[in-house]
C-alpha cells in the first residue's frame, strides 16, 4: 500500500509518502504498529491524525489492503 | 445541485460568472483572502498545501450533503493551494439558489465543515521580507520533493509527472450524470449509490429437491398435503406430521421450516418416512444475501457486465451514470498520409488516428476524427467547419504540431479556440512536449469562448499530443487516462509495484522515464516487468507488445533485474481502475 504524509506529519517522516507491504489485511492498530517502527517521530501526532483510505475518512473498523492509499491527515486548516 | 470544484496554483479570478440557470434568483459570492498576520506577526503571504484528490472529494461531499437540507441549485468552489500573498484569496466560493436564505444557510455551514475536514493546511507563513512573486500557473498542487530529507528543493522549470498528473486532476471535473438503459450503459461509471429493493432472496428457499416440514417435528411418518414446484408461491402453515414436496428454488409455505432431501426419505403414496437425519435445514433465508437497503453497487463502480447483471436483478434499469463522452481528434503534420496509401520519401503514414480510436475504446465515448494542414490560417478555416463539434465536445486531442519547430501551431490553435494553457512541456521521457489545456475553468472569462453556445461553466479539456505514435501511447495512459476517468467520475489510473524480469538498460537522464514494457503475472502472482526496446520516441514496434509503462526515475540509468519498480498497466483488465 501507498502511505501518504501530509503537513505535520511530512515534517516529522522527511517524506511525502512510502510505499509497504503489509500482510493481505491489516487495521487501524496494526497500521499504527508498523508506521511508528518506522518513524518513532509520528508517536506526537497519533493522537490528532485521522487516517484516510482511498480518499475518504476511515472508520475505526477499517481493514487495510496492499491496493489501498492510506493517508495521515493532520488537522486541517484551509478556507 | 450541480457542483464544481477545483484546487488550483494560480491566482483565483477576479470575476467569476454565476451558471446560466433560468432558475436561480441568487448568487452569493465568498472570497476568504490572506490577512495580512498570522498569530500577531506581519506577513507577506501563506503557503497552502492540499491532498488534491481527497480535498476534491470532501468537498463535494459535504455541499451534497448540506444540500438535502438547503436545496440549493448549483456551488462552485475554487480553492487555491502553494504561495499565496496577503490580500488575495485563498478561496473563492459560488452559490445559486432559488432564494437568499438557503444559500446564505449552505455557505456559512460549508466553511464551518471545509475548516474542520477538507484536507488542505496552512503550510507556512512567508515573513514580511519575504519576495513573494508572482506563482507560476504550473504551480504543483498535492506534490512534493520526495525523499529529499523533507527539505525544499528547487523547484525545476518544467513540471514532473506527478505534477503533470495532479494538476490534471484537479482542474478536470465531472461531468453532470445522466440515465441510461442497461444496454447502454457499459463501461459508464456509476454516479449513484444502488441499494436492494427488496431482501434477497425476497422470501426463503429451498435449495434442495425434497420435502418441507416444520423445524422441530419429529412425527414418525408425514403426509404429504401439497407440490411446489420452482415458479410456486402458496403461503400456507404446516402442521406436524405435514410435509410439502418441493423443488429446488421453491418459495417455502411458511418460516420455521426444514426441507428434507428426497434421497432421505422414502416414500409410500401419500406418506413419507425420513430414514436418515440431517443437519442442514437446507433454506436459502430470506434476505440471506441481501437485505432491503443495503447497497448494491457503490457510486464510482464502473459498470462491467457483472455489474449490469446485478442492476437488472434489482430492477434498476435506468441508472444515473457518466454520460457518454465526445471525443473530438485533430491529426496534423504535411508529412502524414492515410494509411492506405504509399508514403513518398518524406512523408509517414498516419497511425496516430486508428491508434487513439483504439485507446478511447476503453471510455464510452463517439469520437469523430479529421485531419488539419500545418498551416495555421488554413488549420483554422478547417475548424471553422467543425466549429459546433469542438464546442461541443468534452474533449479535444492534436496529434503533432508540439514538439521544437513548430511548436506554436498547436498551443496556438488551442488558445484560439479558448483554452487555458494549463502547461505546454513536461520533464518526461518520451512525451515532454505535451500540452494541456482547460476551458470553461474559473480564469476564463466568457468573452474568450468561441462564440456563445459553450456554456460558460462547463469544462471541456484539451491535449495537445506529440506527433509520434510511443509518446502518443505514453501521454494518452498517464494524462488523457486522468482527465477520462476524472471527467466520467471513476478512479485515475494509478501506478502499482512490480518487479523487473530482466535488466532495464538505460543511460541516466535528467527527465523521469516511462519505459514500454510487457507485463507478466509469475505464478506466485508477482508482476514482472520485461522491458521492451526503443530506441526514440519515434518507435512503433514495440507499441504492439507494451502492455505497461515503466517508471525510471531521474538520473538512474540501469536498474537490475528483480529490482522493485512502479509501473502504469495500460490494458484495463489488470488495471488498478479495474480492481478498484
Known sequence: MRVLFFAQTKDATGCDSIEFAAGAQVNTEQLWTELLKKFPKLAAHRANVRLARNWEYADADVQFTNDDEVALIPPVSGG | ?580
Open chain 2, 1 to 580: 445541485m450541480e457542483i464544481e470544484v477545483q484546487l488550483t496554483g494560480s491566482p483565483i479570478a477576479e470575476k467569476i460568472s454565476p451558471p446560466r440557470l433560468a432558475a436561480h434568483g441568487a448568487w452569493l459570492e465568498f472570497r476568504g483572502a490572506v490577512r495580512d498576520e498570522e498569530n500577531g506577526e506581519k506577513i507577506s503571504g501563506l503557503e497552502y498545501e492540499a491532498y488534491p484528490e481527497m480535498a476534491v472529494r470532501e468537498i463535494r461531499r459535504i455541499l451534497e450533503l448540506l444540500a438535502v437540507r438547503h436545496p440549493c441549485l448549483a456551488a462552485k468552489v475554487i480553492h487555491r493551494v502553494g504561495i499565496i500573498p496577503v490580500g488575495e484569496a485563498a478561496i473563492y466560493v459560488g452559490i445559486a439558489s432559488r432564494h437568499r436564505a438557503e444559500a446564505i444557510a449552505l455557505l456559512g455551514e460549508f466553511m464551518n465543515q471545509l475548516k474542520q475536514g477538507v484536507p488542505i493546511w496552512k503550510r507556512r507563513a512567508l515573513p514580511v521580507e519575504a519576495v513573494v512573486g508572482r506563482v507560476t500557473p504550473c504551480m504543483p498542487v498535492g506534490a512534493h520533493p520526495a525523499a529529499s530529507g523533507g527539505q525544499r528543493t528547487a523547484r525545476p522549470t518544467l513540471p514532473s509527472l506527478d505534477e503533470a498528473i495532479a494538476e490534471i486532476i484537479s482542474r478536470c471535473q465531472q461531468l453532470p450524470a445522466v440515465r441510461a438503459p442497461l444496454a447502454e450503459a457499459f463501461g459508464r461509471v456509476l454516479r449513484e449509490t444502488v441499494c436492494a429493493p427488496e431482501d434477497l432472496p425476497p422470501v426463503d428457499r429451498s435449495t434442495r429437491d425434497g420435502y418441507a416440514i416444520l423445524k422441530n417435528d419429529e412425527s414418525g411418518t408425514f403426509q404429504v398435503v401439497d407440490t411446489f414446484h420452482a415458479a410456486d408461491w402458496k403461503p400456507r402453515q404446516l402442521k406436524p406430521g405435514e410435509a410439502v414436496r418441493v423443488a429446488t428454488g421453491a418459495s417455502l409455505p411458511c418460516k420455521n421450516l426444514r426441507v428434507v432431501m428426497q434421497e432421505n426419505v422414502e416414500r409410500t403414496g401419500d406418506k413419507i418416512r425420513i430414514v436418515r437425519r440431517e443437519t442442514s435445514t437446507h433454506i436459502n433465508l430470506r434476505g440471506e444475501d441481501l437485505r432491503a437497503g443495503e447497497p448494491l453497487l457503490h457510486f464510482g463502480a464502473r459498470l462491467d457486465a457483472g455489474a449490469l447483471a446485478l442492476l437488472a436483478t434489482a430492477g434498476n434499469v435506468n441508472p444515473l451514470v457518466s454520460p457518454r463522452l465526445r471525443v473530438v481528434h485533430f491529426t496534423t503534420g504535411d508529412e502524414i498520409v492515410p494509411p492506405d496509401q504509399t508514403p513518398k520519401p518524406g512523408q509517414i503514414r498516419d497511425s496516430n488516428s486508428v491508434l487513439i480510436r483504439g485507446l478511447l475504446q476503453n471510455f464510452p465515448c463517439d469520437v469523430e476524427q479529421a485531419h488539419l494542414p500545418e498551416d495555421f490560417e488554413r488549420a483554422k478555416s478547417e475548424i471553422e467547419n467543425w466549429k459546433l463539434r469542438v464546442e461541443n465536445a468534452d474533449l479535444l486531442l492534436v496529434s503533432g504540431g508540439a514538439s521544437v519547430g513548430e511548436k506554436d501551431f498547436t498551443r496556438q490553435l488551442l488558445e484560439w479556440l479558448g483554452f487555458e494553457i494549463v502547461f505546454n512541456q513536461i520533464n518526461l521521457r518520451p512525451g515532454r512536449p505535451l500540452i494541456f489545456g482547460v476551458n470553461g475553468g474559473a480564469s476564463v472569462p466568457a468573452s474568450r469562448l468561441v462564440g456563445s453556445l459553450a456554456p460558460p461553466n462547463k469544462i471541456r479539456v484539451a491535449f495537445g499530443l506529440p506527433g509520434n505514435p510511443l509518446s502518443h501511447f505514453v501521454c494518452f495512459h498517464f494524462a488523457v487516462a486522468a482527465a477520462l476517468t476524472r471527467l466520467t467520475g471513476g478512479e485515475p489510473p494509478k501506478f502499482l509495484r512490480g518487479q523487473l524480469a530482466e535488466k532495464l538498460d538505460d543511460k541516466p537522464c535528467p527527465r523521469e522515464t516511462l519505459w514500454p514494457g510487457k507485463l507478466e503475472i509469475s505464478p506466485d502472482a508477482t508482476a514482472r516487468l520485461h522491458p521492451l526496446a526503443w530506441a526514440n520516441s519515434g518507435n512503433v514496434a514495440c507499441l504492439a507488445s507494451a502492455n505497461a509503462l515503466v517508471r525510471v526515475p531521474i538520473n538512474v540509468g540501469l536498474i537490475g533485474a528483480d529490482a522493485e519498480v512502479d509501473f502504469l498497466p495500460t490494458t484495463p483488465i489488470i488495471s488498478g481502475r479495474a480492481e478498484v
